[in-house]
């Protein structure tokens, strides 16, 4: 396991040869004579290049739209919130008016005229 972590963090051709010579394990070795051989060839190490520049695009345009649908759903839950809690605000003032109306002896009659003003 050990060798494979060595493999997969060497830097340099020289931590590769390195690990070349010391390891016991022929998977490993096999495994840097095709990374030496891909390296060697340019339009392989271009490929893989653009292959990955491709991924990292990717990534990043999905998480700048989910970053952008999220700051949507933010605005629009934000304007829904305002506007249920400015009608909540009105009935509750609505209702505030027609007890303090009912207290001064108004009858229903003149307490709808007054709403419907």
Not at 16 to 34: A, F, H, N, R, S
Not at 55 to 61: G, W
């Amino acid at each position: 396991m050990e060798d494979w972590l060595h493999l997969i963090n060497a830097e340099t051709e020289g931590e590769l040869m390195e690990l070349q010579q010391t390891t016991t394990i022929p998977e490993v070795q096999k495994t840097i004579v095709i990374l030496r051989h891909l390296n060697a060839d340019e339009r392989v190490r271009q490929e893989a290049y653009y292959r990955e520049k491709q991924l990292r695009d990717e990534a990043n345009a999905i998480d700048g739209s989910r970053r952008e649908g999220f700051q949507e759903g933010k605005a629009e839950g934000l304007a829904e919130g305002e506007a249920k809690g400015l009608a909540k605000g009105k009935d509750e003032m609505k209702q505030t008016l027609i007890e303090k109306w009912r207290a001064r002896g108004m009858t229903d009659e003149e307490i709808l005229d007054l709403l419907e003003e």
